[in-house]
């Protein structure tokens, strides 16, 4: 079967970085998203990965290993705002969406 | 630019009762058209996918419908509704397949649904 397996919460310090991991296991590989989530809200783009290596986009980051089947977002600078759930999804052979349950990040001052 | 919206964003429906959420896109044509439901603590589950007007497929058996009858309109119905239908529902849209497209989902607001 697939699947997309992601830390359940995370906790990090205000200012310091984070990252946050995830590993899949798809028939097929079209590409790695992650988006945000903040609580009752609908998730919002972040990022794509469908090379190997490392996306850059400001404070964050997005990294992808396919053949370990792995990538990571990394989250610099950390602001009370980046409090929110981080999606991972993979887009198999036949273009669809798997998702992860998400990781529930929590800042502190 | 492109817009997303969907309705009602909260709504509190006894068992048994009919449903029906309404999505509409704007600025773009042809959009691929998703619905989802959130429940608590989980990942994105997809209910339905449209790739064309009246173009339907369903992913769960259950006792949701999803319909298009415009290009840019997505609508998710149930006759009798289940406690288990309770959850976040979201519309999402996408150009996968055209050019320059990752296939990227776009968000509507969403809608909370409890079922009593």
């Known amino acids: 079967g697939q699947n997309i397996d992601q830390p359940t919460e995370m906790t990090a310090t205000e200012g310091a970085i984070v990252q946050i991991n995830c590993t899949y296991q798809?028939?097929?590989?079209?590409?790695l998203f992650w988006y945000q989530q903040h609580a009752g809200e609908a998730p919002t783009f972040l990022s794509y990965n469908v090379l190997d290596g490392l996306e850059e986009k400001g404070r964050f980051s997005s990294f992808l290993s396919r053949s370990k089947g792995y990538s990571y977002l990394l989250l610099k600078e950390l602001q009370m705002k980046d409090s929110a759930s981080y999606l991972c999804a993979v887009m198999d052979s036949n273009y669809q969406l798997i998702w992860g349950a998400g990781t529930k990040l929590i800042i502190k001052p | 630019s492109q817009t997303i919206h969907q309705w009602p964003a909260t709504l509190v429906q006894p068992v048994g009762s009919p449903l029906s959420l309404e999505c509409t896109v704007e600025?773009?044509?042809?959009?691929?058209l998703y619905w989802y439901r959130q429940a608590a603590g989980r990942g994105l589950q997809l209910l339905f996918y449209?790739?064309?007007?009246?173009?339907i497929s369903s992913e769960v058996p259950q006792n949701l419908s999803a319909s298009r009858p415009q290009d840019r309109q997505f609508i998710l119905s149930s006759k009798k509704l289940l406690l288990s239908d309770s959850g976040f529902y979201l519309c999402?849209?996408?150009?996968?397949?055209?050019?320059?497209?990752?296939?990227?989902?776009?968000f509507g607001e969403g809608s909370r649904l409890t079922v009593l």
């Open positions: 600025g773009t044509s042809n959009p691929n």
């Open positions: 999402a849209w996408s150009v996968l397949g055209q050019e320059r497209s990752t296939g990227e989902l776009f």
């Open positions: 449209s790739v064309g007007i009246g173009q």
């Open positions: 798809t028939s097929g590989f079209n590409g």
